[in-house]
Structures are given as C-alpha cells and as structure tokens.
C-alpha cells in the first residue's frame, strides 16, 4: 500500500490527492435560494420538454395494452384456480 501512496512509511493512512484526470467536484451552497421562475416560464419549459419525449404510436400503444390485460387475465385464472385448491384442501382437512 506504500507504493500505491495509500500508506505512509510509519502505517497511517495518507490523505488522497485528486489526480489531474478527475474532476473536481464542487458542493452547491447550502441554503442558497434560486431564483423562482413564473407560472408561464414554467408551462413553456414544461412543454418544451414534453416535445422531446418520444411518444408511443396508437398501434403500439394498443399492442401493449392488449399484452397487458392478457398477462392480468392469466394471473387472475392463476390466481382463481390457487384460491379455489387451497379452500377445497382446507376444507376437506378441517371437516
């Protein structure tokens, strides 16, 4: 670990020195107010964004719905068929 620099000659720990390839990172200033931005500021920075979003076609948006409700109506079989074997199992144990 000496010759790595993490250790002194003696055993403590050496402080690490940032390296000339890593960058400095830099706090923000605690408590520091920014400045607030008006409502229509706001929207239009809103709407800016939602601009780059890249929205589903219809197509693709009733592909995944479709995929959706199929995978909801096995679980729900599954989840039927597990209730109604455990009820049956219960009651022919507890009769």
């Known amino acids: 670990m000496q010759r790595q620099g993490q250790m002194a000659e003696d055993?403590?720990?050496?402080?690490?020195?940032?390296?000339?390839?890593?960058p400095r990172r830099?706090?923000?200033?605690a408590g520091a107010p920014g400045r607030r931005?008006?409502?229509?500021?706001?929207l239009h920075?809103?709407?800016?964004?939602?601009?780059?979003?890249?929205?589903p076609s219809r197509a693709e948006t009733?592909?995944?719905?479709i995929v959706v409700f199929v995978a909801l109506a096995v679980l729900m079989a599954l989840i039927?068929?597990?209730d109604?074997?455990?009820?049956?199992?219960?009651?022919?144990l507890f009769k």
């Open 11 to 22: 055993g403590t720990p050496v402080a690490r020195r940032p390296e000339a390839s890593e």
């Open 26 to 29: 830099t706090r923000p200033a």
């Open 37 to 42: 931005t008006s409502p229509r500021q706001f």
């Open 45 to 55: 920075e809103v709407n800016v964004e939602l601009r780059k979003v890249a929205w």
């Open 62 to 65: 009733a592909n995944y719905s």
């Open 80 to 82: 039927f068929a597990l």
């Open 84 to 92: 109604l074997a455990f009820s049956h199992l219960s009651n022919f």
